[in-house]
């Protein structure tokens, strides 16, 4: 079989067959009048989220449609937590390779790479990194070493006949360097974010096709050069195609819809994220009278629901939530699990096999010896219930420090509602007890984080709003006396 044969048979295996018949709504989005809004210029904690503005909506074929008259050689899509991203992004490139995308019709080969599964390998160049590494997970597509440098060869002559996918750049192992990088070869080492820096500028595989996606906050670590020629937001489900999704998930969809358009408009708005509406649409069926009106309490809902294990299990997948997302770790090889001491068996309910890991994890030979959890948003929530677990001094060091670092928005958003909104609190009460730290203490920490994000009495900056949102109205009632104003970007609240 022929390098460019393996390659197919890959794209077939990573991508399979993809059915989404409710979309979320794909914009093209206008970038170039918002500034980045760096801690150090007035905003506390976790940088904004800046959203852009929107020009046009489009549907997924049309990702590199020509924008002023030009094709657009790197697209990205950006997107919350559990928007679509993956989804939309497999669905083009089997769109593409099917010859159904009218403008990258001289595409030959098409080639999908989820950024988490990349090997921490600084020996590797860009075509053992993306290729040769992710397709000997199946023997079918393992390369031999002819294949390999026919391969890197095509390449080198064809980059204008490559699409390449890499899905969720914000899960790279290293961080994307904020300066300009160097120009070089194809051969030269590299780490990983600084290879795919490269490739996104153009300095590697000139000419090729490229489709990245990513949260949105990762956007402004690039520079100008690596930075996209063209940015499609995830905007979520439309009225129509929400009560189509709700009921693909064996639920009477109009029914949960009309129900929260009643009680609900806030977490309604919430359920226009796919994932958030597959968790909602869960706890739906076994509690439709008690519905969760923020992202803790209809995360924590649905994990209450999911989970059935020992209190020592609990403290397993919860510290491995932990270490992955200190390290930025999605996937997990065996010897990984057990060197923390946890037996993957244990753990079937949140993780699930077949995934490439990092390097330095001492990969498995089984596809079957590779972890993960479910979903991000599960390891990020499950990531803020360990830290409920830390220790006094450990605690106030990691939600001063680590807590308020971009990566972890969402876990912050997460540790901020089981400790504060006693929606959430109450009904997990039986996961957060025999803490080394009591709940009181990790309210007055987090009260004192609050109140240090308004010093001045405004709040500027989205992501405190979100917090406050999570901490709910016994909290918003308290922060209401310090605060005197709200100034917000337009552009943050689309």
């Not at 075509?127 to 023997?139: I, S, Y």
């Not at 708005?269 to 076994?286: D, E, I």
């Not at 995360?299 to 510290?319: C, P």
């Amino acid at each position: 079989m022929s390098f460019l044969a393996k390659t197919r048979l890959h794209l077939r295996n990573e991508v399979g067959e993809i059915k989404m018949p409710a979309r979320p709504t794909t914009m093209v989005i206008d970038m170039q009048n918002s500034t980045d809004a760096n801690p150090e210029n007035g905003s506390h904690g976790a940088s904004k989220t800046i959203f852009g503005r929107d020009v046009e909506e489009i549907s997924y074929v049309q990702f590199h449609d020509p924008l002023k008259d030009e094709v657009p050689r790197h697209v990205m899509i950006l997107g919350e937590a559990g928007a679509g991203k993956s989804t939309i992004s497999a669905m083009y490139c089997s769109a593409v390779a099917d010859g159904n995308v009218e403008t990258l019709r001289s595409v030959e080969l098409v080639h999908y790479v989820q950024a988490a599964h990349l090997h921490n390998n600084s020996t590797a160049n860009a075509f053992d990194l993306l290729f040769t590494e992710q397709m000997t997970c199946d023997p079918m597509t393992e390369l031999t070493e002819n294949e390999r440098r026919a391969g890197a060869k095509w390449l080198n002559q064809n980059s204008g006949k490559l699409l390449l996918t890499i899905d969720g750049l914000d899960q790279c192992l290293d961080n994307f360097a904020v300066n300009s990088l160097p120009k070089t070869d194809q051969q030269n080492n590299s780490r990983i974010s600084k290879t795919i820096a490269k490739i996104m500028g153009g300095n590697i595989w000139r000419g090729a096709y490229i489709l990245t996606t990513s949260r949105w906050n990762i956007y402004w670590n690039f520079t100008a050069e690596q930075k996209p020629n063209k940015v499609i937001g995830m905007r979520g489900l439309d009225d129509g195609n929400l009560r189509l999704a709700a009921s693909g998930h064996s639920v009477d969809g109009d029914r949960m819809i009309d129900q929260l358009v009643d009680t609900s408009p806030k977490l309604l708005n919430l359920c226009r994220n796919p994932m958030f509406l597959k968790y909602m649409t869960n706890v739906f069926r076994t509690n439709s009278e008690n519905l969760p009106d923020c992202i803790s309490g209809l995360v924590s809902a649905f994990f209450r629901n999911f989970f059935r294990m020992s209190s020592e299990k609990y403290g397993d997948i919860t510290r491995l939530a932990y270490h992955g997302m200190l390290k930025n770790l999605f996937v997990f090889s065996r010897c990984y699990l057990e060197n923390l001491g946890i037996n993957p068996k244990d753990l079937n309910d949140f993780l699930s096999a077949g995934a490439n890991p990092e390097k330095d994890q001492d990969i498995a030979n089984s596809f079957d010896d590779i972890f993960a959890f479910s979903h991000q948003t599960m390891q990020e929530f499950c990531c803020a219930l360990h830290v409920a677990s830390l220790d006094r001094s450990n605690m106030k060091r990691f939600i001063s420090n680590d807590l308020n670092e971009n990566g972890l928005e969402l876990t912050r958003q997460f540790f901020y509602g089981l400790i504060l909104n006693d929606k959430v609190t109450n009904p997990m009460r039986k996961f957060l007890t025999g803490l080394k730290t009591p709940i009181r203490d990790c309210r007055e920490m987090l009260f004192e984080e609050l109140f240090n994000m308004v010093t001045d009495g405004t709040i500027r900056d989205i992501s405190t709003v979100r917090l406050l949102y999570e901490c709910g109205d016994d909290t918003i009632k308290k922060m209401k006396q310090h605060v005197q104003r709200v100034t917000i970007n337009s552009g943050d609240l689309l």
